[in-house]
Protein backbone atom coordinates (compact mmCIF):
# COMPACT_ATOMS: atom_id res chain seq x y z
CA UNK A 1 0.00 0.00 0.00
CA UNK A 2 2.90 1.99 0.78
CA UNK A 3 4.48 2.07 -2.83
CA UNK A 4 0.82 2.86 -4.10
CA UNK A 5 -0.34 0.22 -5.72
CA UNK A 6 -4.05 -1.05 -5.49
CA UNK A 7 -4.61 -4.33 -3.96
CA UNK A 8 -7.75 -6.49 -5.12
CA UNK A 9 -8.42 -9.21 -2.90
CA UNK A 10 -8.95 -12.82 -4.43
CA UNK A 11 -11.36 -15.50 -4.13
CA UNK A 12 -9.55 -16.98 -0.98
CA UNK A 13 -9.52 -13.73 0.82
CA UNK A 14 -5.94 -12.58 -0.30
CA UNK A 15 -4.04 -10.12 -2.06
CA UNK A 16 -3.14 -10.57 -6.03
CA UNK A 17 -1.22 -8.36 -8.38
CA UNK A 18 -2.24 -10.08 -11.24
CA UNK A 19 -5.85 -9.26 -11.07
CA UNK A 20 -4.73 -5.89 -10.36
CA UNK A 21 -3.10 -5.26 -13.42
CA UNK A 22 -6.09 -7.09 -15.55
CA UNK A 23 -8.34 -4.45 -13.93
CA UNK A 24 -6.23 -1.36 -15.10
CA UNK A 25 -5.70 -2.85 -18.31
CA UNK A 26 -9.52 -2.77 -19.04
CA UNK A 27 -9.88 0.40 -16.99
CA UNK A 28 -7.39 1.96 -20.27
CA UNK A 29 -9.07 0.46 -22.95
CA UNK A 30 -12.64 1.59 -21.79
CA UNK A 31 -10.85 4.93 -21.44
CA UNK A 32 -9.76 4.87 -24.89
CA UNK A 33 -12.55 2.72 -26.81
CA UNK A 34 -14.85 5.89 -25.16
CA UNK A 35 -12.10 8.65 -26.54
CA UNK A 36 -12.39 7.15 -29.82
CA UNK A 37 -16.08 7.14 -30.01
CA UNK A 38 -16.46 10.95 -28.60
CA UNK A 39 -13.59 12.20 -31.49
CA UNK A 40 -15.51 9.88 -34.27
CA UNK A 41 -18.91 12.11 -33.48
CA UNK A 42 -16.97 14.88 -33.80
CA UNK A 43 -15.39 14.19 -37.07
CA UNK A 44 -18.32 12.77 -38.29
CA UNK A 45 -20.59 16.14 -36.77
CA UNK A 46 -17.41 18.54 -38.50
CA UNK A 47 -17.16 16.34 -41.56
CA UNK A 48 -20.20 18.71 -43.44
CA UNK A 49 -19.44 21.52 -41.59
CA UNK A 50 -15.96 21.38 -43.36
CA UNK A 51 -17.46 20.69 -46.66
CA UNK A 52 -19.77 23.75 -46.39
CA UNK A 53 -17.14 25.87 -45.11
CA UNK A 54 -14.59 25.01 -48.67
CA UNK A 55 -16.67 26.42 -50.90
CA UNK A 56 -16.56 29.81 -49.01
CA UNK A 57 -12.86 29.67 -48.50
CA UNK A 58 -12.54 29.31 -52.43
CA UNK A 59 -15.00 32.04 -53.37
CA UNK A 60 -13.07 34.26 -50.62
CA UNK A 61 -10.00 33.73 -51.77
CA UNK A 62 -11.34 34.54 -55.02
CA UNK A 63 -12.46 37.96 -54.03
CA UNK A 64 -9.28 37.97 -52.53
CA UNK A 65 -7.37 37.45 -55.48
CA UNK A 66 -9.46 40.07 -57.13
CA UNK A 67 -8.69 43.07 -54.64
CA UNK A 68 -5.03 42.15 -53.90
CA UNK A 69 -4.03 43.66 -57.31
CA UNK A 70 -5.49 47.10 -56.81
CA UNK A 71 -4.91 47.40 -52.89
CA UNK A 72 -1.22 46.58 -54.06
CA UNK A 73 -1.64 49.71 -56.82
CA UNK A 74 -2.78 51.78 -54.48
CA UNK A 75 0.07 50.67 -51.53
CA UNK A 76 2.61 52.75 -53.02
CA UNK A 77 0.78 55.68 -54.16
CA UNK A 78 -0.61 56.47 -50.88
CA UNK A 79 3.02 55.86 -49.28
CA UNK A 80 4.66 58.23 -51.98
CA UNK A 81 1.44 61.14 -51.42
CA UNK A 82 1.07 60.90 -48.05
CA UNK A 83 3.92 62.82 -47.07
CA UNK A 84 2.69 65.62 -49.47
CA UNK A 85 -0.55 65.29 -48.14
CA UNK A 86 0.78 66.44 -44.52
CA UNK A 87 2.22 69.21 -45.88
CA UNK A 88 -1.00 70.68 -46.64
CA UNK A 89 -2.55 72.73 -43.54
CA UNK A 90 -6.53 72.68 -42.74
CA UNK A 91 -6.76 76.38 -43.98
CA UNK A 92 -9.77 76.32 -46.41
CA UNK A 93 -7.43 75.53 -49.82
CA UNK A 94 -8.60 73.90 -52.69
CA UNK A 95 -8.01 70.05 -52.65
CA UNK A 96 -5.37 68.77 -55.37
CA UNK A 97 -6.82 67.46 -57.76
CA UNK A 98 -4.75 63.88 -58.10
CA UNK A 99 -6.22 63.34 -53.92
CA UNK A 100 -10.08 64.23 -54.38
CA UNK A 101 -9.72 61.56 -57.87
CA UNK A 102 -7.98 58.74 -55.59
CA UNK A 103 -9.83 59.59 -52.19
CA UNK A 104 -13.46 58.20 -53.79
CA UNK A 105 -11.62 54.54 -55.40
CA UNK A 106 -9.90 53.99 -51.91
CA UNK A 107 -13.33 54.64 -49.82
CA UNK A 108 -15.08 51.82 -52.05
CA UNK A 109 -12.15 49.61 -51.28
CA UNK A 110 -12.30 50.35 -47.44
CA UNK A 111 -14.98 48.66 -47.10
CA UNK A 112 -14.49 45.49 -49.18
CA UNK A 113 -11.04 45.25 -47.08
CA UNK A 114 -13.06 45.62 -43.71
CA UNK A 115 -15.85 43.05 -45.38
CA UNK A 116 -13.36 40.33 -46.34
CA UNK A 117 -10.83 40.68 -43.89
CA UNK A 118 -13.16 39.18 -40.32
CA UNK A 119 -14.38 36.22 -42.94
CA UNK A 120 -10.89 35.64 -44.07
CA UNK A 121 -9.91 35.88 -40.04
CA UNK A 122 -12.63 33.50 -39.14
CA UNK A 123 -12.45 30.64 -41.64
CA UNK A 124 -8.58 30.08 -40.93
CA UNK A 125 -8.94 29.57 -37.81
CA UNK A 126 -11.71 26.93 -38.36
CA UNK A 127 -9.84 25.56 -40.79
CA UNK A 128 -6.83 25.62 -38.35
CA UNK A 129 -8.63 23.92 -35.46
CA UNK A 130 -10.35 21.09 -37.37
CA UNK A 131 -7.37 18.35 -36.89
CA UNK A 132 -9.63 16.05 -39.01
CA UNK A 133 -9.80 18.14 -42.48
CA UNK A 134 -7.37 16.00 -44.09
CA UNK A 135 -8.46 12.87 -43.16
CA UNK A 136 -12.19 13.48 -43.37
CA UNK A 137 -11.87 15.83 -46.73
CA UNK A 138 -9.09 13.69 -48.83
CA UNK A 139 -10.01 14.73 -52.05
CA UNK A 140 -9.82 19.02 -51.40
CA UNK A 141 -6.19 19.86 -50.53
CA UNK A 142 -7.34 22.84 -48.00
CA UNK A 143 -3.51 23.22 -46.82
CA UNK A 144 -2.56 25.82 -49.37
CA UNK A 145 -5.37 27.70 -49.47
CA UNK A 146 -4.94 28.48 -45.57
CA UNK A 147 -1.22 29.36 -46.66
CA UNK A 148 -2.39 32.09 -49.36
CA UNK A 149 -4.88 33.17 -46.48
CA UNK A 150 -2.20 33.55 -44.20
CA UNK A 151 0.12 34.91 -46.53
CA UNK A 152 -2.85 37.59 -48.02
CA UNK A 153 -4.74 38.58 -44.69
CA UNK A 154 -1.14 40.54 -42.91
CA UNK A 155 -0.90 42.50 -46.57
CA UNK A 156 -4.51 43.31 -46.60
CA UNK A 157 -4.40 44.51 -43.10
CA UNK A 158 -1.65 46.27 -43.26
CA UNK A 159 -3.01 48.30 -46.52
CA UNK A 160 -6.16 48.94 -44.81
CA UNK A 161 -4.61 50.24 -41.96
CA UNK A 162 -2.51 52.77 -43.61
CA UNK A 163 -6.23 54.16 -45.60
CA UNK A 164 -7.82 54.63 -42.49
CA UNK A 165 -4.67 56.15 -40.84
CA UNK A 166 -4.91 58.66 -43.52
CA UNK A 167 -7.00 61.29 -42.00
CA UNK A 168 -5.56 64.76 -44.37
CA UNK A 169 -7.83 62.89 -47.08
CA UNK A 170 -10.58 63.40 -44.85
CA UNK A 171 -9.92 66.22 -44.48
CA UNK A 172 -9.04 67.96 -47.32
CA UNK A 173 -12.38 66.66 -49.38
CA UNK A 174 -14.92 67.30 -46.94
CA UNK A 175 -16.05 70.11 -46.13
CA UNK A 176 -12.59 71.84 -45.43
CA UNK A 177 -13.58 73.63 -41.80
CA UNK A 178 -10.71 75.47 -40.42
CA UNK A 179 -9.79 75.97 -36.82
CA UNK A 180 -10.35 79.38 -35.02
CA UNK A 181 -7.10 79.97 -34.94
CA UNK A 182 -6.65 79.77 -38.29
CA UNK A 183 -9.53 81.50 -38.83
CA UNK A 184 -8.11 84.58 -36.91
CA UNK A 185 -4.87 84.88 -37.87
CA UNK A 186 -6.10 84.67 -41.57
CA UNK A 187 -7.78 88.02 -42.62
CA UNK A 188 -9.62 86.40 -46.03
CA UNK A 189 -12.23 83.58 -45.50
CA UNK A 190 -11.16 81.46 -48.38
CA UNK A 191 -7.68 81.61 -51.26
CA UNK A 192 -8.21 80.00 -54.66
CA UNK A 193 -6.09 79.63 -57.48
CA UNK A 194 -6.28 79.35 -60.66
CA UNK A 195 -8.94 79.36 -63.31
CA UNK A 196 -12.18 79.44 -60.93
CA UNK A 197 -10.33 82.51 -59.08
CA UNK A 198 -9.83 84.12 -62.27
CA UNK A 199 -13.45 83.66 -63.65
CA UNK A 200 -14.79 84.80 -60.08
CA UNK A 201 -12.48 88.29 -60.30
CA UNK A 202 -13.53 88.68 -63.76
CA UNK A 203 -17.25 88.27 -62.30
CA UNK A 204 -17.22 91.37 -59.71
CA UNK A 205 -14.76 93.72 -62.19
CA UNK A 206 -17.68 93.00 -64.36
CA UNK A 207 -20.27 94.32 -61.53
CA UNK A 208 -17.67 97.10 -60.90
CA UNK A 209 -17.72 98.03 -64.20
CA UNK A 210 -21.67 97.90 -64.76
CA UNK A 211 -22.41 100.43 -62.00
CA UNK A 212 -19.12 102.67 -62.34
CA UNK A 213 -18.21 102.86 -66.18
CA UNK A 214 -20.67 101.74 -68.34
CA UNK A 215 -23.05 104.74 -67.80
CA UNK A 216 -20.70 107.37 -68.03
CA UNK A 217 -18.61 105.70 -71.13
CA UNK A 218 -21.73 104.94 -72.80
CA UNK A 219 -22.48 108.10 -72.47
CA UNK A 220 -19.46 110.03 -74.03
CA UNK A 221 -19.63 107.44 -76.84
CA UNK A 222 -23.25 108.50 -78.13
CA UNK A 223 -22.17 112.00 -77.88
CA UNK A 224 -18.66 112.56 -78.84
CA UNK A 225 -18.40 110.11 -81.33
CA UNK A 226 -20.62 111.65 -83.57
CA UNK A 227 -18.55 114.81 -83.47
CA UNK A 228 -15.75 112.76 -85.28
CA UNK A 229 -17.41 110.82 -87.74
CA UNK A 230 -20.43 112.97 -88.30
CA UNK A 231 -22.85 110.35 -88.02
CA UNK A 232 -25.33 110.83 -85.51
CA UNK A 233 -28.10 108.36 -86.14
CA UNK A 234 -27.58 105.90 -83.60
CA UNK A 235 -27.45 108.62 -80.86
CA UNK A 236 -30.50 109.99 -82.35
CA UNK A 237 -32.53 106.44 -82.50
CA UNK A 238 -31.20 106.10 -78.99
CA UNK A 239 -32.31 109.17 -77.49
CA UNK A 240 -35.78 108.62 -78.86
CA UNK A 241 -35.99 105.35 -77.44
CA UNK A 242 -34.43 106.14 -74.14
CA UNK A 243 -36.87 109.23 -73.70
CA UNK A 244 -39.61 106.70 -74.64
CA UNK A 245 -38.81 103.92 -72.06
CA UNK A 246 -37.53 106.90 -69.21
CA UNK A 247 -40.33 105.73 -67.17
CA UNK A 248 -40.76 102.51 -67.08
CA UNK A 249 -38.44 102.04 -64.16
CA UNK A 250 -41.51 103.41 -61.94
CA UNK A 251 -43.79 101.21 -63.83
CA UNK A 252 -42.64 97.45 -63.05
CA UNK A 253 -39.67 97.79 -64.85
CA UNK A 254 -38.26 95.23 -67.51
CA UNK A 255 -40.93 92.33 -68.10
CA UNK A 256 -40.62 88.78 -66.51
CA UNK A 257 -38.88 87.06 -69.15
CA UNK A 258 -36.10 89.77 -69.50
CA UNK A 259 -35.32 89.59 -65.99
CA UNK A 260 -35.16 85.92 -65.59
CA UNK A 261 -32.91 85.52 -68.62
CA UNK A 262 -30.66 88.09 -66.55
CA UNK A 263 -30.77 87.02 -63.83
CA UNK A 264 -29.75 83.29 -64.64
CA UNK A 265 -26.66 84.47 -66.27
CA UNK A 266 -23.34 81.93 -65.44
CA UNK A 267 -21.25 84.86 -64.45
CA UNK A 268 -23.69 85.18 -61.23
CA UNK A 269 -22.46 81.99 -59.53
CA UNK A 270 -18.85 83.13 -60.13
CA UNK A 271 -19.77 86.31 -58.30
CA UNK A 272 -21.52 84.87 -55.68
CA UNK A 273 -18.71 82.48 -54.97
CA UNK A 274 -16.13 84.87 -54.88
CA UNK A 275 -16.88 86.45 -51.70
CA UNK A 276 -18.92 84.07 -51.06
CA UNK A 277 -22.72 85.29 -50.35
CA UNK A 278 -25.28 82.62 -48.79
CA UNK A 279 -28.77 83.58 -48.57
CA UNK A 280 -30.28 82.23 -45.03
CA UNK A 281 -34.06 81.66 -44.88
CA UNK A 282 -35.58 81.92 -40.95
CA UNK A 283 -39.19 81.65 -42.12
CA UNK A 284 -41.46 80.83 -44.72
CA UNK A 285 -42.89 83.58 -46.95
CA UNK A 286 -46.15 82.60 -48.56
CA UNK A 287 -46.60 84.11 -52.53
CA UNK A 288 -50.24 84.78 -51.46
CA UNK A 289 -49.70 88.62 -50.85
CA UNK A 290 -47.10 91.38 -51.41
CA UNK A 291 -44.03 92.08 -49.37
CA UNK A 292 -41.29 94.72 -48.57
CA UNK A 293 -38.40 93.31 -48.52
CA UNK A 294 -36.51 95.50 -46.02
CA UNK A 295 -32.28 95.48 -46.69
CA UNK A 296 -29.45 96.93 -43.93
CA UNK A 297 -26.96 97.83 -44.09
CA UNK A 298 -26.24 99.66 -47.67
CA UNK A 299 -22.55 99.04 -47.54
CA UNK A 300 -20.25 100.78 -50.49
CA UNK A 301 -22.24 99.11 -53.42
CA UNK A 302 -24.79 96.38 -51.52
CA UNK A 303 -22.72 93.19 -52.97
CA UNK A 304 -24.45 91.37 -50.45
CA UNK A 305 -28.31 91.79 -51.55
CA UNK A 306 -27.65 92.52 -55.35
CA UNK A 307 -26.32 88.84 -55.25
CA UNK A 308 -28.80 87.56 -53.21
CA UNK A 309 -31.96 88.70 -54.84
CA UNK A 310 -30.62 90.39 -57.93
CA UNK A 311 -29.24 87.25 -59.16
CA UNK A 312 -30.16 83.77 -58.99
CA UNK A 313 -26.96 82.59 -58.06
CA UNK A 314 -27.43 82.38 -54.24
CA UNK A 315 -30.90 80.69 -55.18
CA UNK A 316 -33.58 82.50 -54.35
CA UNK A 317 -35.99 81.41 -56.09
CA UNK A 318 -35.38 78.00 -54.96
CA UNK A 319 -35.81 79.25 -51.43
CA UNK A 320 -38.68 81.34 -51.60
CA UNK A 321 -41.18 80.20 -54.70
CA UNK A 322 -43.64 82.42 -56.28
CA UNK A 323 -41.74 85.43 -54.46
CA UNK A 324 -40.64 87.85 -57.66
CA UNK A 325 -38.05 90.07 -56.21
CA UNK A 326 -37.65 93.76 -57.54
CA UNK A 327 -34.52 95.84 -56.06
CA UNK A 328 -35.38 99.41 -55.64
CA UNK A 329 -32.35 102.04 -56.67
CA UNK A 330 -32.52 105.59 -57.34
CA UNK A 331 -34.18 107.24 -59.54
CA UNK A 332 -31.57 109.03 -61.40
CA UNK A 333 -29.27 105.99 -61.88
CA UNK A 334 -31.60 104.89 -64.55
CA UNK A 335 -30.96 107.24 -66.72
CA UNK A 336 -27.77 106.80 -67.55
CA UNK A 337 -27.20 104.81 -71.10
CA UNK A 338 -26.58 101.59 -71.43
CA UNK A 339 -26.20 100.81 -67.86
CA UNK A 340 -30.09 101.02 -67.02
CA UNK A 341 -30.55 98.38 -69.67
CA UNK A 342 -28.13 96.20 -67.67
CA UNK A 343 -29.79 97.36 -64.05
CA UNK A 344 -33.12 96.27 -64.81
CA UNK A 345 -32.54 93.13 -66.21
CA UNK A 346 -32.11 91.91 -62.42
CA UNK A 347 -35.46 93.37 -61.93
CA UNK A 348 -34.56 96.75 -60.67
CA UNK A 349 -37.06 99.52 -60.59
CA UNK A 350 -36.82 102.88 -58.98
CA UNK A 351 -37.24 103.92 -55.22
CA UNK A 352 -39.47 106.89 -55.83
CA UNK A 353 -42.87 106.67 -54.46
CA UNK A 354 -44.65 106.03 -57.70
CA UNK A 355 -42.84 102.97 -58.41
CA UNK A 356 -43.41 101.69 -54.76
CA UNK A 357 -47.00 102.23 -54.75
CA UNK A 358 -46.93 100.58 -58.63
CA UNK A 359 -45.30 97.55 -57.30
CA UNK A 360 -47.05 97.37 -54.01
CA UNK A 361 -50.37 97.67 -55.92
CA UNK A 362 -50.08 94.78 -58.18
CA UNK A 363 -52.59 92.39 -58.42
CA UNK A 364 -49.84 89.70 -59.69
CA UNK A 365 -49.29 88.63 -55.95
CA UNK A 366 -45.92 87.73 -54.67
CA UNK A 367 -44.65 90.70 -55.57
CA UNK A 368 -42.07 92.09 -53.43
CA UNK A 369 -39.72 95.28 -53.88
CA UNK A 370 -36.62 95.25 -51.87
CA UNK A 371 -35.89 98.61 -50.65
CA UNK A 372 -31.94 99.55 -48.64
CA UNK A 373 -33.95 101.71 -46.10
CA UNK A 374 -30.78 103.52 -45.19
CA UNK A 375 -29.80 104.39 -48.17
CA UNK A 376 -26.72 106.10 -48.90
CA UNK A 377 -25.70 107.63 -45.20
CA UNK A 378 -25.63 103.93 -44.19
CA UNK A 379 -22.72 103.70 -46.48
CA UNK A 380 -20.68 105.44 -43.92
CA UNK A 381 -20.29 102.40 -41.44
CA UNK A 382 -16.36 103.00 -40.65
CA UNK A 383 -16.68 102.25 -36.84
CA UNK A 384 -14.97 98.87 -35.33
CA UNK A 385 -17.38 98.15 -32.44
CA UNK A 386 -20.33 98.68 -34.02
CA UNK A 387 -23.09 98.66 -36.70
CA UNK A 388 -25.28 102.03 -37.37
CA UNK A 389 -28.68 102.02 -39.38
CA UNK A 390 -30.61 104.50 -40.75
CA UNK A 391 -34.36 103.98 -39.87
CA UNK A 392 -35.63 106.41 -37.41
CA UNK A 393 -35.77 108.94 -39.57
CA UNK A 394 -37.97 106.79 -42.38
CA UNK A 395 -41.36 106.49 -42.57
CA UNK A 396 -42.70 106.60 -45.99
CA UNK A 397 -41.95 102.97 -46.65
CA UNK A 398 -43.95 102.06 -43.18
CA UNK A 399 -46.90 104.48 -44.64
CA UNK A 400 -47.03 102.80 -47.87
CA UNK A 401 -46.43 99.27 -45.96
CA UNK A 402 -49.48 100.00 -44.34
CA UNK A 403 -51.86 101.77 -47.33
CA UNK A 404 -51.22 98.41 -49.22
CA UNK A 405 -51.16 96.01 -46.39
CA UNK A 406 -47.74 94.94 -47.73
CA UNK A 407 -45.79 92.62 -44.96
CA UNK A 408 -42.27 94.16 -43.84
CA UNK A 409 -39.90 91.35 -44.31
CA UNK A 410 -36.24 92.65 -42.26
CA UNK A 411 -33.18 91.24 -43.94
CA UNK A 412 -29.43 92.17 -43.09
CA UNK A 413 -26.12 90.95 -44.53
CA UNK A 414 -23.90 90.27 -42.06
CA UNK A 415 -20.50 91.03 -43.54
CA UNK A 416 -21.25 93.54 -45.86
CA UNK A 417 -19.76 96.50 -43.89
CA UNK A 418 -16.29 94.32 -44.53
CA UNK A 419 -15.77 94.22 -47.62
CA UNK A 420 -13.79 97.53 -47.56
CA UNK A 421 -11.53 99.45 -45.04
CA UNK A 422 -12.56 102.85 -44.89
CA UNK A 423 -10.39 105.87 -43.58
CA UNK A 424 -11.61 106.44 -40.07
CA UNK A 425 -10.57 109.58 -38.99
CA UNK A 426 -11.11 110.89 -42.22
CA UNK A 427 -14.19 109.98 -42.78
CA UNK A 428 -15.00 111.05 -39.61
CA UNK A 429 -14.17 114.85 -39.37
CA UNK A 430 -15.80 114.93 -43.03
CA UNK A 431 -19.18 113.57 -42.13
CA UNK A 432 -19.50 115.77 -38.98
CA UNK A 433 -19.24 118.78 -41.24
CA UNK A 434 -21.18 117.95 -44.38
CA UNK A 435 -23.91 115.72 -43.20
CA UNK A 436 -25.18 118.57 -41.49
CA UNK A 437 -25.57 120.17 -44.83
CA UNK A 438 -26.67 117.60 -47.44
CA UNK A 439 -27.70 115.20 -45.29
CA UNK A 440 -24.72 112.70 -46.12
CA UNK A 441 -21.20 112.81 -46.42
CA UNK A 442 -18.61 110.56 -48.94
CA UNK A 443 -16.88 108.09 -47.90
CA UNK A 444 -12.82 107.43 -48.56
CA UNK A 445 -12.34 103.54 -48.66
CA UNK A 446 -9.98 100.87 -50.57
CA UNK A 447 -10.33 97.12 -51.27
CA UNK A 448 -7.50 94.98 -52.53
CA UNK A 449 -6.12 93.91 -55.68
CA UNK A 450 -5.22 91.22 -57.62
CA UNK A 451 -2.42 90.16 -56.16
CA UNK A 452 -2.63 92.16 -52.51
CA UNK A 453 -4.39 92.67 -50.28
CA UNK A 454 -3.36 96.21 -48.65
CA UNK A 455 -4.72 98.72 -51.49
CA UNK A 456 -7.48 98.14 -54.98
CA UNK A 457 -10.96 98.51 -56.29
CA UNK A 458 -11.79 94.96 -55.59
CA UNK A 459 -13.82 94.09 -52.35
CA UNK A 460 -12.35 91.65 -49.68
CA UNK A 461 -12.87 88.15 -49.90
CA UNK A 462 -15.05 88.24 -46.91
CA UNK A 463 -18.76 85.96 -46.42
CA UNK A 464 -21.48 87.78 -46.99
CA UNK A 465 -24.76 86.24 -44.51
CA UNK A 466 -27.96 87.79 -45.93
CA UNK A 467 -30.55 86.31 -43.50
CA UNK A 468 -34.21 87.06 -44.42
CA UNK A 469 -36.53 87.32 -41.50
CA UNK A 470 -39.64 86.31 -39.89
CA UNK A 471 -42.57 88.67 -42.37
CA UNK A 472 -44.13 91.37 -40.09
CA UNK A 473 -47.97 91.10 -40.36
CA UNK A 474 -49.38 94.73 -41.48
CA UNK A 475 -53.28 95.21 -41.62
CA UNK A 476 -54.10 97.39 -44.37
CA UNK A 477 -55.27 100.75 -43.50
CA UNK A 478 -55.91 103.27 -46.12
CA UNK A 479 -55.48 106.11 -44.57
CA UNK A 480 -52.78 105.80 -41.49
CA UNK A 481 -53.03 108.17 -38.72
CA UNK A 482 -48.96 109.64 -37.05
CA UNK A 483 -49.80 106.95 -34.70
CA UNK A 484 -50.19 103.95 -36.95
CA UNK A 485 -47.22 104.68 -38.87
CA UNK A 486 -44.99 105.04 -35.53
CA UNK A 487 -46.46 102.17 -34.13
CA UNK A 488 -45.29 99.80 -36.95
CA UNK A 489 -42.41 101.85 -37.48
CA UNK A 490 -41.46 100.14 -33.47
CA UNK A 491 -42.66 96.99 -34.38
CA UNK A 492 -40.28 96.61 -37.48
CA UNK A 493 -36.99 98.24 -35.26
CA UNK A 494 -38.04 95.37 -32.36
CA UNK A 495 -37.42 92.78 -34.83
CA UNK A 496 -34.80 93.99 -36.65
CA UNK A 497 -32.87 94.23 -33.58
CA UNK A 498 -34.47 90.47 -32.50
CA UNK A 499 -33.09 89.63 -35.72
CA UNK A 500 -29.10 90.67 -35.56
CA UNK A 501 -29.20 89.68 -31.67
CA UNK A 502 -30.37 86.08 -32.74
CA UNK A 503 -27.71 85.87 -35.55
CA UNK A 504 -25.00 87.79 -34.51
CA UNK A 505 -22.69 85.26 -32.81
CA UNK A 506 -22.98 82.68 -36.04
CA UNK A 507 -21.88 85.11 -38.40
CA UNK A 508 -18.98 86.93 -36.13
CA UNK A 509 -20.73 89.95 -35.12
CA UNK A 510 -20.45 89.01 -31.78
CA UNK A 511 -18.73 92.17 -30.61
CA UNK A 512 -20.66 94.87 -32.43
CA UNK A 513 -23.17 96.63 -31.21
CA UNK A 514 -26.11 97.34 -33.52
CA UNK A 515 -26.98 101.02 -33.19
CA UNK A 516 -30.48 102.44 -34.98
CA UNK A 517 -30.41 106.45 -35.59
Known amino acids: MGNGQFVVKSENGG ?3 ADKTTTDHHTIAGIITSNIEKITLKTDKTTPVIEKTTPVIEKTMMKIEKTTPKIEKITPIIEKTTPEIEKITPAKEKTPPFIEKMTPGIEKIIPKVEKITPTIQKTSSKVRNTPVIEKTTSDRETTPVIEKVEKITPSIQKTSSKVRNTPVIEKTTSDRETTPAIEKSTPEVK ?5 KSLKEVIAVLFFLSVFLVVGPAALIILFYVPFVTGNWYLTLIYCIYWLWDLRICAKGGRPDWYVYSMRNWSIWSYFISYFPIKLIKTADIPPNKNYIFCSHPHGVLCFGIFGAMGTEGAGFSALFPGIRPRLLSLEGNFWMPAFRELFMGSGACASSKKSLKHLLSSTRVGTAPVLVVGGVPEIAN ?19 ALEHGADLVPCF ?10 FTHLNSAIQDRLTKFIGFSPVFFTGRGFKQNQFGILPHRREINVVVGKPIRVNKIVEPTVLDVECLQNEYIASMLQLYQDHKEEYGYGDKELVIV
Open 191 to 195: KTTGL
Open 413 to 422: SFGETDLFSQ
Open 15 to 17: KSY
Open 382 to 400: FYKDKVVLVIKKRKGFIKL
